[in-house]
């Protein structure tokens, strides 16, 4: 037996779902909020008195944890390339773009110095490595830059890449994209992710590698090449200029962050995410007012001269430097070659297999990857038809088109739980690609957490009262505030209840939550119909309830456990169920009090 | 009284374009619409509404983009624009309501809080 997520069925419990809305409560385990909880959590800007509280304690906390070096007029240097609008040299010689306006506002809160090192993309990241500047803006976290780089958490943007064409071009889909000639910057992630989304559909396309944005757009635009990549901040803003315009493909969503040298310390990132918090939660912030300014203004600039010899010189001493050592590799090599010869050959089998496998493992992510960018695509393509299916059965339903006879009542009830139910779908098969292509991040803030709790028993006290089941709330004295992400852990405790409830006919269902340690345990228990031990290993897994032939009396998407279990995993917490069959069954998930606990 | 409000629609499907505009008469407002941005952006110069509600993929010209140009028009900069979109994407309703627009009211709307959602932005 196994029990699911029903993220249904939790539209279906009464007053609390139609007060807020039937179809927000549909989206629920998708992360778009539910019910009541999608309230508040969706409108920031009718929330200012709740969130004020919570800035002042954000932009206490920096000062807190660094008593010595908060106060230090601290030296930060960053490197300034041509990206507009996120980060550009503006006409007058000047740093500018959001990325630029965001680190000042930082900087002159926490009494930093900053210093711009102009160069392009390629030597930005170069010099970062070898820790010459401390920040570089606009940077994607990949699993190769993260062994070279330390990346703070909150994302500053998100962005896309899309194709650009030249007006007229025909070039409407990735198909169209067959046997032309590309442009995309250089050491990019693009670049890679292009060339696996191209791979996927056995298309064959020419990469021209260009080493900043601006000649690419220059290269489509006289004819030496056929498309170009950029992100869509970039390409939103250049592409009429040279007479491109965007075409449908668009790829690869991307969360862009401030890179920093190994050699920064991590409370200097950690300040970087609470200031990206507390700016994100204020609509009038200087992070909302950089967007607006950037976004819907025009700004011209020009890559200088200097820039360009610059970029020679260190090019050449570059490669001077890689040629000088592989000269001194290659004597010592064969200084010991004879005596390394049978281990190599040894050591050569080993390297092969390795590549064999690393080859297989890229293989594997990157359709994984193409998976994940299909389905938020199709999320997005189904919303739309699923609008006027949803609003025209609610139309009909309200009696806004005349009345219903009970017949027709029920049959157009029976569209709207269907769709409904489509949606849930689609919403939980969005959350569970996000996390699997690794796109779900964690909004970590403090909390009561039994507010919390309370507020999500409320959500499903209607049903429960409707099948006379009592629900028994134990909280602990000593619980108080919890420091991770409030929305998902108030989904995962939803989605647990809502379980409880939907598998138990007659008795009750317990939440309780005690501190441990250093950890939370929330616990929900219920009397229930229980889980066969052979089933208590795969509860966890995606689509799991679909295959058991209980769907027509258990409704529910069959994803909610396993988003679950992902999202407690990525709070660095843990999730486990124990059941008796007949008896009852109890979810419980224990996770750090702080994120660093 | 609402009764003489005019509402602004720039929607390219037809049946979402229908669903919106049937829910707005029902509720008194009296409406116009625009099947793209380029057409929106002249009836919003023209007519003035006192609210619109912004579609975000449009073709030819997208709804960050008209949501852009129409706070660069003195006649039109003060107007509230509701993005109604099907993106759910990370980081979408940051680029929608970095663009100019006043708020975000994700599809599939709900007909039946939806008039009493957008009420809120005049």
């Known amino acids: 037996m196994d029990r699911c997520i029903g993220s249904v069925d939790r539209n279906r419990t009464g007053p609390v779902g139609r007060k807020h809305g039937d179809h927000e409560s549909a989206g629920a385990s998708a992360g778009r909020g539910y019910s009541a909880a999608a309230g508040i959590l969706r409108n920031h800007g009718r929330l200012l008195l709740p969130f004020w509280g919570f800035s002042i304690v954000l932009l206490l906390l920096p000062a807190l944890s660094l008593p010595l070096a908060s106060a230090d007029n601290r030296a930060v240097t960053i490197g300034v390339y041509e990206n507009a609008p996120k980060i550009f040299t503006s006409e007058s010689g000047k740093p500018s773009g959001i990325f630029v306006d965001i680190i000042e506002h930082i900087a002159e809160t926490e009494g930093w110095r900053l210093h711009y090192v102009p160069g392009t993309w390629t030597e930005g990241l170069d010099r970062l490595a070898r820790r010459e500047i401390d920040l570089m803006p606009d940077v994607a976290n990949t699993a190769a830059r993260a062994e070279i780089y330390s990346f703070h958490r909150e994302p500053v943007l998100s962005s896309w890449f899309q194709v650009y064409a030249r007006r007229g071009s025909e070039i409407r889909s990735l198909l169209d994209l067959s046997g032309k000639r590309i442009c995309v910057l250089n050491r990019s992630v693009q670049q890679e992710a292009f060339a696996q989304l191209a791979a996927g559909f056995g298309l064959s396309t020419t990469l021209i590698p260009v080493p900043d944005y601006k000649a690419i757009f220059e290269m489509v635009a006289r004819g030496e090449a056929d498309a170009a990549i950029t992100n869509r901040f970039y390409g939103v803003m250049h592409a009429p200029k040279h007479g491109l315009e965007d075409t449908r493909v668009i790829f690869h969503p991307t969360q862009l962050f401030f890179a920093a040298s190994r050699s920064m310390p991590t409370q200097l990132l950690d300040i970087l995410d609470n200031h990206l918090l507390n700016m994100k939660s204020d609509p009038g912030s200087v992070y909302y007012m950089s967007l607006k300014r950037w976004i819907s203004e025009e700004a011209r600039f020009k890559l200088p001269v200097w820039i360009q010899t610059l970029a020679w010189v260190v090019g050449v001493v570059l490669l001077m430097s890689i040629a000088g050592s592989v000269i001194l590799k290659r004597q010592v090599n064969a200084r010991t070659r004879e005596l390394k010869r049978i281990n190599q050959e040894m050591e050569q089998r080993v390297i092969d297999r390795t590549a064999e496998l690393a080859a297989a493992m890229e293989k594997a992510r990157a359709a994984d990857r193409i998976k994940s960018a299909f389905l938020a695509t199709m999320s997005h393509e189904l919303r739309t038809p699923l609008n006027s299916i949803i609003g025209f059965t609610g139309i009909m339903l309200q009696g806004l088109t005349g009345s219903l006879n009970p017949e027709q009542h029920k049959q157009m009830s029976m569209v709207q739980s269907s769709a409904r139910h489509l949606l849930a779908l689609i919403n939980d098969v969005l959350d569970i690609s996000k996390i699997e292509a690794g796109q779900l991040t964690l909004s970590i803030t403090p909390f009561d957490l039994k507010a919390s709790i309370e507020k999500a028993v409320m959500l499903v006290l209607p049903l429960a009262e409707k099948k006379g089941l009592d629900i028994r709330l134990n909280i602990a004295d000593d619980v108080a505030t919890a420091t991770t992400d409030q929305r998902r852990l108030e989904q995962v405790i939803l989605n647990l209840l809502n379980n409880a409830v939907k598998f138990t006919e007659r008795g009750e269902v317990d939440i309780s939550c005690r501190m441990e340690d250093n950890r939370y345990c929330v616990s929900v228990s219920d009397t229930g119909i229980g889980i066969e031990a052979e089933h208590l290993q795969t509860v966890f897994q995606p689509f799991h309830q679909i295959d058991t032939g209980l769907t027509r009396k258990y409704e529910g998407t069959g994803l909610g456990l396993s988003i679950c279990k992902k999202i407690i995993e990525m709070m660095g917490g843990v999730i486990e169920v124990e059941s008796r069959p007949g008896r009852g069954s109890t979810f419980t998930i224990r996770f750090p009090i702080h994120p660093g606990a | ?122």
């Open chain 2, 1 to 122: 009284m609402i009764m003489s409000e005019t509402v602004l629609i720039i929607e390219d499907n037809e049946q979402n374009f229908y669903l919106i505009e049937f829910l707005l008469e029902k509720n008194g407002f009296t409406v116009i619409g625009a099947r793209n941005g380029r057409e929106g952006i002249q009836m919003a110069r023209t007519h003035k509404p006192s609210a619109i509600l912004l579609d975000i993929q449009l073709p030819e010209m997208d709804g960050y983009a008209v949501a852009a140009e129409l706070k660069t028009h003195d006649e039109t900069k003060g107007i509230p624009i509701i993005a109604v979109t099907s993106y759910a994407m990370m980081g979408d309703r940051e680029r929608i309501l970095g663009s100019g627009a006043t708020g975000y009211i994700e599809k599939p709307i709900n007909p039946e809080t939806f008039v009493e959602e957008i009420r809120r932005y005049f």
